[in-house]
């Protein structure tokens, strides 16, 4: 039926936008690299389509089977209505009388009204059953992922994965994944009983012509299929470049601070811009296949017409057939053979989520080599402590070719602490790993209480030890939450105790809400001494029989280690504690100091007898840290009079700089001595009130395909000439009814005309889709590379305060890049293919209409509005809770990626289950959220069936009447109907695209809310002073300062600071009294409430931001690599093409040049994830 065929066009374009919702699938840059090699593979591979339904519960079969049942009834609509067409049509043409001709279409009309309603229902329960049970079922798949990536061993980490890739797949393949298994479902097992049903009717009315009609449905079968496997190979590729992209996004964002120092925003854009140009390719060339592959199926149909027709007119001249019976028979049998073609986009979407399912499914259903979650292995009832490596060789899986461990022993007698010392990459930190189990030696035994390690229930045995890191990770949530993580269901007692030995309870009770307040993301609400001390208290509450201490206190200030220290010393009491450490004054009180070089243990014995060997290993370690220590002093002495250009702000001597890589860097004040009260309160909720996304003109997201004006113009051509060929429809289809009851010679002539002109017709809509869907394509993708890379060049250039924010998290940024670019499509770009051609064809058929009779088509007109009323309402309902769901959804992925890029800290203290909980909390909202879409999506859909058959009905009816009143005659009631028709399906369209659409504008307003905002720190902007010379005076003058997140907490008041020139300052004082804050403001991350900072007498407010910063060289406490080379990381110090030269030298000057250039295992070109 025309309907269908309508409908089959269109959703082939739409699915064309659809395609491109996920940039998740493929592999990342993350682990082992080789993420495009991985995301090709993937293209590939594809999960068999019933495995998509693995994960289904009992309430899931249920609702498929009504979902199915709804299906089967819903399918048998549109075969049942070409026998009610062809009764219509016998009404009309057979008829005895006016009277007779007025009867039977009354009849015929009832019969409609019955269909309607029995449409209505099943359509209900079809879309409804199947939306609910995908969005279930995808939900399922996203906590199965996440459990499963939780449990895997850290080898899996290094190799396969990263956390941008983690994010991006649940944020975006599972939607694949989901429309693979949802509504798409429904509408596939709909068409495949359209297609039965059509043949069942075609063969009852006329098997001879049935027959020869047949002919088609191969050529039908093979263009379906091979634009599904085209497209759906095009979908993947631009699935895995997306993949690369989120990359980018979680690296840049996570490490804003260390991006912002060092001006790297535009280099970082540019490497967006890279990975966003191959999904452009893929996504145009996907276009071209959809347009060449729906061209070829509808060119099929309308020889499929010719065909009917002409064989048609012969039976009916030769075999007595009637025209009813020859029209029910060519309607029945396109409309089976455009089910298959209807099919497409279904298949499309399985293939996508077949593809997508692959890898996330391969992880799900992957068996760990150090399984997290195993119950089996030995459980004793406490262990002593002792500590042995017997003979061990052991290499990371990233490099099996280095080995870092040839044949290691040590023994660790319970209750001792030993510490291990060595140079950088001699093995010192693979010792604490063995002993966590992140890793299992390829041969050798690490043994516990002369028990192998691999011989113990793994989480049991991990409760027995604790870790306390260099870099202490801290959750999104309260310090009593993140205290607790070492111990399921503690007391507050409990807490409270392991805070008090942690020297932590001090500053926690200085808080308005002590225990109670939340940490910020990463903990960036605290100070490094403060979140470290907290990450100890977490560790004493496990009460751990083996202490592992990995740098705990390399990074911090020389008094927060002293507080850190103590609190240390108390816990090791009676404890087994392996202290691996690079200042060798931190470990002389060790019971024990094992000297290890390149993987072999070559010194042991307490700190005073290793030093009677002035040769040994041990004293020269000491000997050259010392040298090290003079030589970097004078080096600093020199560095002032040698430059007066450069400004180094080392925070090596100081330690109290926090991670570059932390969204906030909220120190506590103490000025002047004075112990303030302190109030941590989120004050950002009137100003995030102000910046809550606002409706955005279309008019104004259409403006950004400006520059694909010529290629839109084009492909406007294109969809006119294929817009008008429906209404076009109409004429000749009204017309070969009109000659199917002429006199023979009449008939004989007329039908060959209408072959021949269906042909014709055919041809031109062949030639003109693909070109259209090509240039739309274009256009489209253009607008999602453009509006992905904008947003993202806005959020680089964001103020630091921005980024404090939950909402802006690396996770959330990531998330919001990944879907809401791709889902403005169901606006703009390609869809405006549809809007196009719906608008000429609903011009073209109105006018056609009007010409025909303009009495019927005012009442066919006045009742097309209340579908057109239906699609709006349900679109204002979806698109409501799409706008909520979108932000629960990003508040989860955020749950993920803290959890994924702290995985050693969830692994050590067996947290998987409360990470999990806390997702499965955070998904309960955006679940709810899609079950009542739903159901509204059902109500929609079934209103909008009935309304449609309902108009059905009521046309018919008055063109009877009208007939009977000699107003017009029954060729032109049908040429009114079909070419209205036409005209309402555009209409109705809506509702069909409401889902995407709806969403489409919500993720509208969330970019253009980025877009739209004035960063209030830009280093974008070229206005502002640069100087010639910088000498380096630096003046703080009365500055006042609170964060902009807590501004109820004074953290500056009336601070004045003179640092002259050339002249090493170093600020101390207890943690969170304000130190790094100081470093904050003069990197212009933040700028002071009232003062002025000066910088050789000009405020730096003046300064152009992104020379200010070129002027400074900072080092973090927790220092931010990137995922790449060695050499790449160094480079990035400076702006411009590094030589080689030049990252040589400054890698000798940082004392790095040595490790690099001497070790097996380390040079240049290794990527740090592996080092």
């Known amino acids: 039926m025309p309907e269908s065929w309508r409908d089959a066009e269109a959703n082939a374009s739409a699915s064309v936008a659809a395609s491109d919702s996920s940039p998740g699938n493929g592999g990342g840059k993350g682990g082992g690299g080789g993420g495009g090699a991985r995301g090709e593979r993937a293209a590939a591979s594809r999960v068999p389509f019933h495995k998509l339904f693995a994960f289904a519960d009992k309430t899931d079969a249920a609702l498929m089977l009504l979902g199915t049942l ?85 080898a899996f980490f290094d190799k396969y994965t990263n956390t941008g890739e983690v994010v991006g797949r649940m944020s975006g393949d599972t939607v694949l994944i989901q429309d693979a298994m949802g509504e798409k479902v429904g509408k596939f097992i709909q068409l495949v009983v359209t297609f039965l049903g059509g043949f069942i009717v075609a063969f009852a009315q006329g098997w001879l012509l049935t027959l020869v009609m047949m002919a088609t449905i191969p050529p039908l079968v093979v263009a379906g299929a091979v634009m599904s496997n085209v497209v759906a190979k095009m979908a993947s590729l631009g699935q895995a470049a997306y993949a690369e992209s989120s990359v980018v996004v979680e690296q840049t964002i996570g490490s804003i601070r260390t991006v912002a120092s060092f001006t790297g925003e535009k280099q970082a854009v540019e490497k967006y811009s890279k990975s966003l140009k191959s999904a452009y390719k893929s996504g145009v060339r996907e276009g071209l296949a959809a347009g060449l592959g729906m061209g070829t199926v509808m060119v099929l149909l309308f020889c499929g017409y010719s065909l009917g027709i002409w064989y048609g007119a012969k039976l009916i001249l030769l075999k007595g057939y009637t025209g009813a019976k020859v029209m029910n028979v060519i309607f029945a049998v396109l409309t089976g053979s455009l089910a298959l073609g209807q099919a497409s986009p279904s298949m499309k979407a399985f293939a996508g989520g077949q593809a997508a399912a692959y890898k996330m499914f391969e992880t799900i259903n992957r068996k760990p080599e150090i399984d997290a979650y195993s119950t089996t292995g030995m459980k004793l009832d406490d262990i002593r402590g002792d500590i042995e490596f017997r003979d061990v060789y052991f290499s990371y899986p990233t490099r099996p070719d280095e080995q870092i461990f040839r044949g290691f022993s040590l023994s660790i007698p319970s209750g001792t602490t030993i510490a291990l010392v060595g140079q950088s990459g001699s093995g010192k930190s693979t010792v604490i790993s063995l002993i966590e189990r992140f890793y299992d030696p390829q041969l050798g035994d690490v043994l516990i209480d002369g028990v192998n390690l691999k011989e113990f229930q793994l989480r049991w045995i991990r409760s027995k030890i604790g870790l306390v890191s260099q870099e202490p990770v801290l959750f999104a949530a309260s310090i009593k939450e993140n205290i607790a993580y070492g111990k399921d269901n503690a007391t507050d007692q409990e807490i409270r105790a392991a805070a008090e030995l942690a020297n932590a309870s001090k500053f926690i009770d200085k808080m308005p809400q002590g225990l109670d307040t939340s940490v910020g993301e990463h903990g960036t609400q605290l100070s490094g001494g403060q979140k470290q001390r907290i990450a100890i208290a977490r560790a004493i509450l496990k009460d751990p029989r083996i202490l592992l201490l990995d740098e705990a206190t390399s990074a911090l200030d020389a008094e927060s280690e002293r507080i850190v220290q103590e609190a240390l010393d108390r816990v090791m009491t009676n404890r087994t504690t392996v202290i691996v450490a690079h200042r060798l004054s931190t470990v002389r009180n060790a019971d024990t100091i094992a000297v290890i070089h390149q993987g072999s243990l070559v010194e042991k014995g307490p700190h005073h007898e290793l ?19 003079q030589d970097k002093s004078d080096r600093k002495g020199d560095s002032g009079a040698r430059s007066g250009k450069q400004l180094s702000i080392n925070q090596s001597a100081s330690r109290s700089r926090r991670s570059s890589r932390d969204n906030s860097h909220h120190s506590f004040s103490v000025p002047f001595g004075m112990p303030l009260g302190i109030d941590i309160q989120d004050g950002s909720s009137d100003k995030l009130c102000d910046e809550m996304p606002q409706d955005v003109p279309l008019s104004r997201l259409a403006s950004l395909n400006k520059p694909e004006i010529p290629v839109l113009i084009l492909g406007s051509i294109a969809s006119v000439i294929s817009g008008v060929i429906f209404p076009i429809f109409a004429i000749l289809l009204s017309n070969v009814i009109k000659a199917f009851y002429e006199p023979p010679h009449q008939l004989r002539r007329d039908s060959q005309f209408w072959s021949s002109m269906f042909l014709v017709f055919g041809a031109v809509y062949f030639l003109s889709l693909p070109v259209s869907s090509y240039l739309f394509s274009i256009a489209g993708c253009s607008l999602i590379k453009r509006i992905r890379l904008m947003t993202f060049e806005k959020v680089v250039n964001m103020e630091i305060e921005w980024f404090d924010h939950s909402e802006n998290s690396s996770g959330a940024i990531g998330a919001r890049l990944s879907a809401d670019a791709a889902k403005v499509r169901g606006l703009v770009g390609d869809a405006l293919q549809l809007v196009v051609q719906n608008t000429t064809t609903l011009i073209a058929g109105l006018v056609i209409a009007f010409v025909s ?20 309402i349900q679109m204002k309902f979806i698109q409501g809770f799409s706008a909520d769901a979108k932000m629960m959804y990003e508040e989860a992925s955020q749950v993920a990626n803290d959890a994924v890029s702290s995985i050693r800290t969830v692994v050590s203290f067996s947290a998987e289950e409360k990470v999990m909980d806390l997702y499965k909390k955070k998904c309960e909202g955006p679940l709810r959220t899609g079950i009542r879409t739903g159901i509204i999506s059902g109500i929609g859909f079934g209103v909008s069936f009935f309304l449609l058959f309902g108009v059905y009905a009521a046309s018919f009816y008055a063109g009877a009447r009208l007939v009977e009143e000699n107003k017009t005659t029954f060729p032109k009631v049908f040429r009114v109907f079909l070419a209205l028709a036409m005209a309402a399906i555009g209409v109705s369209q809506s509702s069909t695209l409401t889902s995407d659409s709806s969403k489409a504008k919500s993720a509208v307003s969330s970019i253009f809310a980025i877009v739209d905002r004035k960063s209030r720190i830009d280093p974008s902007e070229d206005a502002g002073v640069t100087v010639e010379t910088l000498h380096g005076n630096i003046e703080f003058q009365h500055v006042s300062f609170r964060y902009p997140t807590r501004p109820d907490v004074e953290i500056f008041r009336d601070l004045c600071l003179t640092i002259h020139s050339g002249k090493t300052v170093a600020l101390v004082g207890e943690s969170g009294s304000g130190k790094s804050t100081a470093i904050s403001l003069l990197q212009r991350f933040y700028d002071p409430d009232v003062g002025h900072i000066l910088l050789d007498g000009v405020d730096i407010q003046k300064f152009q931001l992104k020379w200010l910063r070129q002027q400074m060289g900072l080092v973090s406490q927790e220092p931010a690599l990137f995922n790449d080379t060695i050499r790449s990381n160094i480079a990035y110090g400076k702006e411009g093409q590094a030589t080689e030269s030049e990252i040589i030298e400054a890698a000798k000057l940082a004392n790095a040049h040595k490790f690099i250039s001497s070790s097996h295992q380390v040079s240049f070109c290794s990527l740090v994830f592996a080092i």
């Open 611 to 629: 030093l009677k060997d002035p040769g040994g290993a041990y004293s020269q370690l000491i000997k050259l840290q010392e040298a090290n220590r």
């Open 853 to 872: 009779n303009w009495e019927l088509s005012l009442i066919i007109l006045a009742l097309i509005p209340l579908i057109g009323l239906n699609g709006w």
């Open 70 to 154: 709804g299906a089967v009834a819903n399918g048998a609509a549109m075969p049942f209505m070409t026998v009610l067409f062809g009764n219509l049509i016998d009404a009309f043409g057979g008829a005895l009388g006016i009277h007779d001709v007025v009867n039977r279409v009354s009849m015929v009309s009832l019969e409609f009204i019955y269909l309607a309603i029995a449409s209505a229902v099943a359509s209900f329960v079809q879309v409804t059953c199947w939306m609910i049970t995908g969005e279930r079922q995808a939900a399922r798949i996203r906590n199965l992922y996440l459990k499963t990536i939780l449990r895997q061993e850290i």
